[in-house]
């Protein structure tokens, strides 16, 4: 899986943002960010789209290590607590997998392994022929 | 408005993201966000996250607009297209207002008022007092 | 359109929670629903199930009319208000069309217009040659 | 939990749908439907509307098992398989609670064991003085 690694360095919303992708392998992907000032919001606490952006690498590697290339079609986030420091981490996981579609779970926990968010997302995926 | 103008520009996220906040009123916004190099994903379109900010940063100020402390719950969104290059902007509109929660939809279109997304999201709104 | 009708006349758990159809042409449909004392919940106003139908059904319809086979992949439901007694509408309009996904958004009103829900729904459509 | 039970008796789109709750305790939640033809829809499986409402009742149950009056304010649901006959099951599991808000993920499978639907839901409760 170091090849899709090295795919997913090319995300340059991800790299701009700080996250890093730790792990992947078909199904199955974890991120991290470090929170830093860039990351908040005018609240103080760290943006939504952070978050949601930590989640969707993680999604987006996990559909997209099967071969096929896979692409979001839609998502639901739930946010549980704020965040201000520290580490965050996305850990995703495939539910299901059809031929066209898959549908990924990712929790965002903190590094005291509190719930964060829960992201939930369809991906369309093409046909191998296709690409 | 010009305060809520002010009060926004410390989202630092949104900011490392190059998304402009264009107005605001109570139930209603607009963000911009010219597209660029590190908005985009390791498939060279505007990376999900990008998109999710920019009309992040329009519900936060729709919903904020009115007074009241208010915090995202939940969020859905939903793609269309994908985008390369160019503008995308956001529009926010809240659709229902209680004491305690706020409903709003946020379309997302490019310079040529195509459809890119649709965000929905819910908002609990905190007590004036409790600030 | 009168051949859809008749075939949504066979959803049977439309026509059991007293849901009809009276509108629907490529990319849009209205369904009705008289609330009677079977579709209240414990708390006696409308099960949120039965509002999800009357939007579903809408939903069903809009997206099928195009002729081809389509079937739900998601569903968001957000409730405004409850009800009790009346009437309750759903207003479904397809809001982007793909080759092979759709999505819809479906607003439920009471008799007095007022928002009750907002729907949202994508559908996988099936290719006419394989249906 | 006896009294919970007998309380969503009174749930009358449940029992219309041929939906019982078989256990509830705070927190979680198991709903059962035997498959009939009045839940099926146009298109000869079992409606979404059907396998929302299985899905609802627990996910209610499960929030409403605290003691306080908890009410949804949103929902999301996707369908991985149509399903014809048979049982279906729903297991919602709180996720999250806080004082003013609860979220619950309900899975729905058949009598295989195999994953039909996954729901996820908030619910917004009252204080308890306030009921």
Redesign the interface.
Same mark, same amino acid.
């Given at each position: 899986m170091t090849e899709l690694k090295e /795919?997913?360095?090319? %995300?340059?919303?991800? &790299?701009?943002?700080g996250i890093e992708l730790l792990e992947v392998e078909p199904g199955k992907a974890t991120t991290r960010m470090s929170i830093r000032?860039?990351?908040?919001?005018?609240?103080n606490v760290?943006?939504?789209?952070?978050i /949601?952006?930590l989640a %969707?690498?993680a999604f &987006?590697a996990a559909v997209n290590a099967y071969g096929n290339?896979a692409?979001?079609?839609?998502?639901?986030?739930?946010?549980?607590q704020?965040a201000k420091s520290g580490i965050l981490y996305a850990e995703a996981r495939v539910?299901?997998l059809?031929r066209?579609?898959a549908?990924c779970?990712v929790t965002v926990t903190n590094q005291d392994k509190e719930?964060i968010a829960?992201f939930?997302a369809?991906a369309?995926r093409k046909d191998v022929v296709n690409q």
């Open positions: /795919f997913f360095k090319n %995300d340059r919303y991800a &790299a701009l943002s000032d860039e990351h908040l919001n005018a609240g760290v943006q939504g789209g952070a /949601f952006t %969707d690498l &987006a290339l692409f979001s079609i839609e998502t639901s986030i739930r946010y549980f704020s539910l299901y059809h066209k579609l549908t779970e719930l829960l939930t369809t369309y």
